[in-house]
């Protein structure tokens, strides 16, 4: 199978948003500002608020600002705040690089704000680069608590068949999360981990854990994938 661009196989890359093209940690701390501003109490120091322990408490359900337990308003930050949420750098040109080539590209989220995140795309003119961008929103309501990975992989595999994706055609996935790998491993993909967000944390490469790639961020893609590309 071939694209229109040459000899390569058709590529699809399934990529995350948090943590990987976004960097949620404004908008987040914004949200955070806001409730215990609301709520008339001081809040902790930025470095506590973008803690991982901070955000373990956030999920857990154990932290309250005020009279707020936290986690019943935690998808405020994805509806409300993404207007103060920016691209890595880099990954503009390396989306338009990739589409530009012919790859295909879908947006995948466990977590909420499919109509945000379109506005984000288009806000920095991407969002032609995509074909499916697809958020927790999308999942039938019978499914809404499903655990991330079984989140993601679902949209992923909706958003696959929207593409067109075939067998033999070359599948990356990209994360900074366990769930990425998951999701990778579950399609038979090349997972390609990245350091940003959450990345920082993700097992090394090559290890039973791990993804089979880490980029410093998602700006280095692609030149992964188009080397890869150019190979074959």
Partial sequence: MT????????????????????????????????????????????????????????TSGALHIGSVRVRDRVDEVAHRYMAHGTLYPGVVPMLSALSGAGVRLAL??????????????ERYAVRECFGPVLTRDDLA????????????????RRALD??????????????DTPSDIALG???????????????GG????????????VLHSAADLGELILGADRAV
């Fill in 3 to 58: 694209d229109e661009i040459g000899s390569a196989p058709r590529t699809t890359v399934v990529l995350d948003r948090d943590g990987t093209l976004l960097d949620f940690y404004e908008m987040f701390h914004r949200f955070v500002l806001d409730l215990h501003r609301q709520e008339g109490v001081t809040p902790p120091p930025r470095e506590e608020i973008l803690g991982f322990g901070y955000w373990s408490a956030i």
């Fill in 108 to 121: 995948v989220s466990s977590w909420v704000g499919t109509e945000s995140t379109v506005a984000l795309l």
């Fill in 202 to 213: 993700l097992p090394p490469e090559g290890t039973p854990e791990g993804p089979d790639v």
């Fill in 141 to 156: 309501a019978r499914d809404a608590q499903v655990p991330d990975a079984d989140c993601k992989t679902t949209l992923a």
């Fill in 185 to 199: 491993r579950r399609l038979g993909a090349v997972v390609v981990g990245v350091r940003t967000g959450n990345g």
């Fill in 162 to 175: 929207g593409l067109g994706h075939a067998p033999d055609h070359r599948l990356y996935v990209v994360g």
